[in-house]
């Protein structure tokens, strides 16, 4: 009789060793524990709690807005029901920019309190320097170019970027710039799929695309938005897989329905006393 060994946690050199090998990174937004505990089941090698979590969970319509705590909080559910995949935590807006001492401890926290063993940071060539600071304390990160929903007024709005030649190569410079600075793996967002298949065959480290293409080391996609559950609208550009959103409310629709027409606990849920208990009770009072 034979038994399969338990999965252990997913490390860098895995990861590197897949994108040596050519193999795809799973890798899945995810922000809530009965999110976190189906991915845990399916087995993606990494599971990201990025900034749209508590947009999508917690209501905010900017990016900027979200609080660390906010943010910190979100990790700790999502860590507490992941045990094989790797749980790497954005670092919000301001979090990691004011000192290299605010990145440190911002990204040790994310870490130590969260329980993730990474954190994503976005960025550019002149926020590198304070990413290097993170990884030289020894916390792990992911670097996140092209797209970066938190810098969208410097971007000027959401969508893609890196489509003129001249910001092509501004994302290559930044992206050389986070090697340079010790990230062990990249997120490529809405940039056009030439640009992030450059990178993937040019990079030592894996490149992992939204809405990039397909010619990457990995994909990486928002739980909520493939399953249909979210507080906005599901994004165009992206396929949906479920609509659980429309199940949901189906089946609440049904549950203030039958509540209002008598129907609901059904008798085989209603807990009854047993008649003498019952004589006694009214007895007593």
């Known amino acids: 009789m034979t038994t399969t060994a338990p999965r252990r946690r997913v490390t860098i050199k895995q990861l590197h060793e897949k994108k040596r090998k050519g193999e795809i990174i799973t890798t899945l937004g995810v922000y809530d524990a009965p999110m976190a505990k189906i991915a845990e089941r399916i087995g993606f090698d990494m599971v990201m709690n990025g900034n749209g979590g508590p947009m999508s969970i917690l209501g905010h319509s900017d990016p900027t807005t979200v609080l660390f705590e906010e943010q910190l909080a979100l990790t700790k559910a999502v860590a507490r029901m992941t045990k094989t995949a790797m749980v790497v935590s954005h670092l919000p807006f301001l979090s990691y920019h004011e000192s290299k001492a605010q990145a440190i401890r911002s990204a040790g926290r994310m870490v ?3 329980g ?3 954190v994503k940071c976005e960025g550019n060539v002149r926020t590198a320097e304070y990413i290097g600071e993170i990884v030289s304390a020894g ?5 996140h170019i092209g797209m970066q929903a938190s810098r969208r007024t410097e971007q000027s709005g959401f969508g893609k970027k890196g489509r003129t ?3 092509a190569k501004e994302i290559v410079d930044g992206a050389k710039a986070f ?3 010790g990230v062990f793996a990249f997120i490529v967002e809405q940039v056009p799929a030439e640009v992030a298949t450059y990178l993937a065959k040019t990079l ?3 490149v992992i695309g939204v809405v990039a293409g397909r010619d990457l080391d990995g994909i990486y996609e928002i739980s909520g938005d493939l399953c249909g559950y979210s507080s906005f609208r599901p994004p ?3 396929r949906v897989f479920a609509n659980v959103g ?3 409310e189906d089946a609440l629709r049904q549950y203030k329905q039958e509540s209002l027409e008598g129907k609901y606990p059904p008798d085989e849920h209603t807990l009854d006393m047993d008649a003498d208990e019952y004589k006694k009770f009214l007895d007593l009072v």
Do not use: M, Y
Not at 139 to 143: I, K, L
């Open 116 to 118: 993730a063993q990474a």
């Open 112 to 114: 130590s309190e969260g």
């Open 139 to 143: 916390v792990p990160v992911v670097g």
């Open 204 to 206: 030592l480290i894996p």
């Open 246 to 248: 429309e199940t949901i």
């Open 236 to 238: 165009t550009d992206k």
């Open 179 to 181: 090697v340079d600075a």
């Open 165 to 167: 030649a001249e910001a």
